[in-house]
């Protein structure tokens, strides 16, 4: 797998390792989308859950100024006509913005932490929101899901967590980027269909916090990893994941639905290169942004 990644550049690694190239193992009628950044939706059994939502995609200006972000509603509908839970990793721009549209809309619990509930209540939705509690298993149709404490990696030279703290704007007219502050962060365990999915948010983790091994399916954020030590080593470690998706790693300045860009140094065939070097039969695999996989495995 080293081979064929070394000095590559990062279209040409999502392309090669793209998913659907490598047959896609999970079970009948299990759909995976990437919504892009560190969003997925996962349907089974006529049951949709969203995890980290995030569409709408504001330009780097309207960061850069803090302006107020706004849930783009007619893309968000378009990309997700349906959702019967969001979950939520923490509570950033990037993982939130969408967040209370799309439980206004569907009319959708949201479980999270108590920086998602307050934001939630910004929009009159404090009814819709479940604070979460560590380990504890909530039941969505087929799906059951549970929250393991974890970090958000210090993306700041690596001396600290960006809108580090709680999510306190009390006001909508307020609420720019920076105003979407992180929150507790959570690592998400989805069991379904008889498989285990992990989703990481941020590329860093709590290690003692995590019991959950021989993980099916790992959805690995690995945006800023640089700053985590071992980070790559640890998730192998801790999660022992039969397959690894990587996310979050997209340039989510431009539309969703635009041509994919990527994260300023993100280097994607770094990643698969360190996952080669812990366990070189443990495949990574890459979606496009908006690409479903179903699974057909019996």
């Known amino acids: 797998m080293i081979d064929s990644v ?8 999502q392309a090669d390792l793209n998913w659907e190239r490598h047959g896609v193992d999970l079970p009948a009628g299990l759909e995976l989308q990437w919504l892009g950044t560190a969003g997925f939706r996962l349907a089974y059994g006529g049951t949709t859950i969203v ?17 107020v972000l706004r849930s783009d509603a007619a893309r968000v509908d378009r990309l997700i006509p349906h959702a019967d839970a969001v979950l939520v990793g923490h509570s950033h721009f990037d993982h939130a913005v969408d967040v209370p549209h799309l439980a206004a809309v569907h009319g959708c619990p949201v479980y999270g932490s108590a920086s998602v509930h307050h934001l939630l209540g910004l929009f009159g939705l404090a009814e819709r929101s479940v604070v979460v509690e560590p380990r504890r298993r909530y039941e969505v149709g087929p799906f059951t899901i549970s929250f393991t404490p974890s970090l958000h990696s210090k993306l700041l030279a690596g001396l600290k967590v960006p809108s580090d703290g709680e999510l306190t704007c009390d006001s909508l007219d307020d609420l720019g ?19 285990t999915l992990y989703h990481q948010g941020s590329a860093d983790l709590a290690d003692d916090e995590v019991t959950t091994g021989d993980v099916d399916v790992l959805l690995c954020g690995i945006a800023g990893r640089m700053w985590s030590p071992n980070f790559t080593r640890r998730m192998i470690t801790a999660f022992d994941p039969s397959l690894i998706v990587a996310h979050h ?16 140094n993100v280097n994607l065939g770094g990643f698969v290169e360190e996952v080669a070097a812990v ?3 443990l495949p990574v695999r890459l979606l496009q942004p908006l690409q479903t996989v179903t699974g057909s495995t019996a």
Not at 52 to 67: I, T
Not at 177 to 195: D, M, P, S
Not at 249 to 264: A, E, L, N, Q, T
């Open 6 to 13: 070394r000095h590559r550049n990062d279209p040409s690694v």
């Open 51 to 67: 995890i980290d939502p995030y569409l709408s995609r504001a330009p780097l200006g309207d960061l850069a100024l803090n302006s």
């Open 177 to 195: 980027g920076r105003q979407y502050r992180c929150g507790q962060v959570w690592g998400i365990t989805i069991e379904v269909a008889g498989i």
């Open 249 to 264: 790693h997209d340039d989510f300045f431009r539309p969703v639905d635009s041509k994919m860009g990527y994260s300023f």
């Open 279 to 281: 366990d070189p039969n």
